[in-house]
């Protein structure tokens, strides 16, 4: 079972660490990692890297690029994508900085999914002092494998 930080929130099975996230991803292989963010952010900013457990992240996008209306086949084509044989394996779900993807965990939970994560800190972390992103908290400032096109 993974290991929630702070309180476990209604709607979803809570947050972790990036670090956390990563170990159940090489840990069980079952699990999965889907990733919210916008094909831009996907092509310009990087990708988390998997590949050192034989798996890619499920790329599905929550708001949809340029538009930035909410995906409203997200539910439905996510449990197409990772199918019902998961639907009791913990999925874990990253964005930019941690506010999308807990919205598609509640998603997705909400969907029949039992063990849904938000990754806290997502992809790029929170802005410091400059409003820069990277530095303080999420997948990259932990030094996680990622990749860029």
Same mark, same amino acid.
């Given at each position: +079972?993974?290991? $929630?930080?702070?309180?476990? !929130?209604?709607?979803?099975?809570?947050? $972790?660490?990036?670090?956390?996230?990563?170990? $159940?991803?090489?840990?069980?292989?079952?699990?999965?990692?889907?990733?919210?963010?916008?094909? /831009?952010?996907?092509? @310009?900013?990087?990708?988390?890297?998997?590949?050192? @457990?034989?798996?890619?992240?499920?790329?599905?996008?929550?708001?949809? *690029?340029?538009? +930035?209306?909410?995906?409203?086949? *997200?539910?439905?084509? =996510?449990?197409?994508? =990772?199918?019902?044989? $998961?639907?009791?394996?913990?999925? *874990?779900?990253?964005?930019?900085?941690?506010?999308?993807?807990?919205? /598609? /965990?509640?998603?997705?939970? !909400? /969907?029949?999914?039992?063990?849904? @994560?938000?990754?806290?800190?997502?992809?790029?972390?929170?802005?410091?002092?400059?409003?820069?992103?990277?530095?303080?908290?999420?997948?990259?400032?932990?030094?996680?494998?990622?990749?860029?096109?």
């Amino acid at each position: +079972m993974p290991e $929630v930080i702070g309180k476990q !929130s209604e709607g979803y099975a809570g947050d $972790v660490t990036p670090q956390e996230a990563f170990r $159940v991803l090489g840990a069980d292989p079952r699990a999965r990692l889907v990733d919210v963010r916008t094909r /831009a952010e996907w092509s @310009f900013v990087g990708l988390p890297d998997l590949v050192s @457990f034989g798996k890619e992240p499920v790329l599905l996008e929550w708001q949809v *690029f340029p538009s +930035m209306e909410r995906n409203t086949r *997200f539910a439905d084509d =996510l449990s197409t994508a =990772l199918g019902a044989d $998961v639907s009791d394996a913990p999925v *874990f779900f990253l964005c930019r900085s941690g506010a999308r993807s807990r919205a /598609a /965990a509640i998603a997705l939970t !909400s /969907a029949g999914f039992a063990r849904c @994560f938000n990754i806290a800190g997502g992809f790029e972390g929170d802005l410091d002092e400059t409003r820069h992103r990277g530095a303080r908290n999420g997948w990259k400032a932990a030094g996680l494998p990622w990749s860029q096109s």
